[in-house]
């Protein structure tokens, strides 16, 4: 396939000014350059694409349009349907989610004194389907010789523009060092360099090379090592059965969840002591129409659960963009391009072939660059669908770095464009920003207490370490930094409760909430799945047995 | 070629529809009215959900893919493979050693192999499976390890595999083995542990916290970057 014939010309100024562009560095923003180019082009500053918030403790809150849909809109279950004192699972703890965080409690939760047979996790897809398992680069961890967790912490206070939880930031950076032992005494195989040292590598403003990798398949290689060692406990979960619903008890605590069997649409309730949310983020909402690099699953299920319970949230007013989603051809538009191609000396490069931006600014920053260049400037290519993309000029990886880095370190990049004729190694390739990460979420604690008694959180659909804009390689490390912690607290507190009867008078309340507000609408939440049907079918669908 | 160039006629499981030229085998079955519960994951080549097998109008050929990454050809009969069972062994990490029979140990059916490279046809990710195993039967982890690596785990060289081998559970254990046992320490993580251990950051992180945002990001502003 490769490229059409009329991105030829700009190709050849690409390859005319490499050689030049080699040895050149572009300075990097002020913090004033950094915030006039946010404000003028970066998404979540563009008028009217959000709305505040008209329900609940986050009401007068702006957030995107997309996000606001699924909070203002009717819980899925209806309290009248569902037989309370049914009980399928009764637990100690319940983790909805199977990605890195919940993974990571589930194991941890034996160890913190709670019995196999009191743990149930509970997943919407498979075990372990996640956007943790799609992570490309790399997880931080201040352990090189020349880094410290001081140092990490300022990388990460910075990038989030000081909006940051500082103290949800110092036990990232704290326990970071000690999730890379975990990792590796579980059999993960991290990158290392000949004398065993880790292969250490920069991101998008990171001051230190702190990033681990697993070639560029880190997060497939930490979550198969986790899944596997899950199987070897053998922890009670289910696949395919997705929380639709929390249960409360008459305390106003959280008390489990109403579950639903994907495939047979039975429903089950859950009594729990503590529940701990670990469902991901919401990419598949696709915020302004943007493609996304998420997982099918990642449809933000969490926080209309959450918020249904009434938890706070925070930061939702924030979604990152990556920068280097792919452009190009049409097959992969959206899709991740690891940033670690711009740490191996990849620069992005404008239709006439010149270096307009610091390769390694924050994300939001470096988003809204390739952005201006594109719409402000009109300097970006155009491909045959209409979209419009920067190069990103990956054979100077192979040039910078020496031939066989990308075969080496870049090897799901490399067969991912040679599965369409685009050799990665030799051709640059055409990228465009892509819906990323949930910034924000529900509202945690250094316990990964929400704000609702008996519900925890961790991972992507929680809020406050990133602050607004998250940097490369910190939401791995969330996941495994905050899971595990989720695990300790979440016992703690399971040992200690006692539930009273269980309700879903949450429902009721929500459904006043609506109404007080004048939402009127038949949109549902949590939608469980993206919707990607063609108009014919969707237009001609009758539901007849 | 369908009713005109820019359409193909695919049979999903036999059933015949025309669909858009360009579209991977997922987005096509999409278009036709599938909404996916399996079957469909991370829609990027990293989950192993989408595992097809699918043979072309006038071939004899059974050929694999990956439903989100491979294009519909005209005449593809698809049949998406969404689930390979497998009996994962059970084992505890810590209680076994990297010995050089330790995965025939656990996984004796390796020794079926017969060697016919079903499996290295059958794989998506174009890995060297049967070489993988091979050295599975001579306990070369790291071996193992390497060849292994980019698994997705999708399950169609265990489908196709006559000697009912399921390679990639056993690569599992070799590269937990070898990562746990035969990979070298870095000396700067345990030197890291041991600093953290004694509190060694803590009264810096509290100082940097207590500072108002605009000594902060004086700081920051002013920070070294040394990459």
Redesign the interface.
Known sequence: MSYPEYMRESMELVEKTRDTRLAKEYP?MT?DEREKVLIHFHPDYKEGTKRPLKIGPNKGDLMPHEVVDILEAHPLVKPEDIDLSDIYYDVDVLIIGSGGAGLSTALLAMEHGIEREKILLVTK??L??SNS??SQGGIQA?????D????H???I??GGH?TND??LV?IL??DA??V??WH???????D?NP????VLD?GGD????RMHS??D?T???IL??LM??F??R?IPFAE?TSAVELIMDDKGAVAGSVLYN??TGEYYVARAKATVLATGGYGRLHIQGFET?N???ATGDGIALAYHVGAKMRDLDATQYHPTGAAYP???VG??CTEKLRTYGAQPVNKDGDLFVHP?EPRDVESAAFIRECYGRDKGVTTPTGMRGVWLDTPLIEIKQGEGTIERRF??ML??FN?FGIDIRKEPILVFPTLHYQNGGAAINVRCETSVPGLFAAGEVSGGVQGKNRLMGNSQLELYVFGRRASRYAAEYAKKASLGKLTLDHILRYEHWLEEAGVETDRRAPIL?P????E??LTH?IRLF | MGPNDSTVTIYVMGKRYEVPA???IM?AM?????????G????????G?CATLYRKKGSYKLQVALAC?K?VEDGMYIATIPFAPSD?R????DKIRPSQNILLEYYPEIARCLSCNTCTKACP??LQVMDYVQAALRGDLKEV?TLS??C??CGLCAVRCPAEIVPYDVA??A??????YL???????V???GE?KEGR?DE??QR??GLS?ED??K???K?????
């Open positions: 990097r913090l897809l498979r372990g389907d398992k799609m201040a352990d090189g010789p020349d410290s967790p001081v140092i912490f300022l990388d206070m910075g000081f500082p103290d110092e950076v704290k060092p000690d890379i032992r590796e005494e579980l059999g993960v195989i991290y290392k004398d065993g040292s880790m920069s990171t001051s230190r090379r697993c070639k398949y997060g497939l290689e198969r090592v596997d060692e199987r070897n053998e395919f994907m495939e690099t997982h099918y699953g049409e097959q992969v899709l991740l390694l090897a799901a067969r991912q599965r799945l919707e990607y049907r063609g014919r079918v669908r | 360009d579209l991977a987005k999409e278009y036709v009215g599938y909404q996916f519960v399996r469909c994951g991370c829609r990027a080549a990293f989950c959900a990454q294009i994962k059970i084992y505890e990490l990710q174009d390890a690596f980019d997705i785990a599992q254990l590269r937990r083995l070898y990562a746990k990979a070298q320490t870095s000396e700067h993580l030197k890291r542990l953290l950051f810096e992180i940097l916290k945002r902060l990001t700081i920051y502003e920070r070294e970057i040394r990459v």
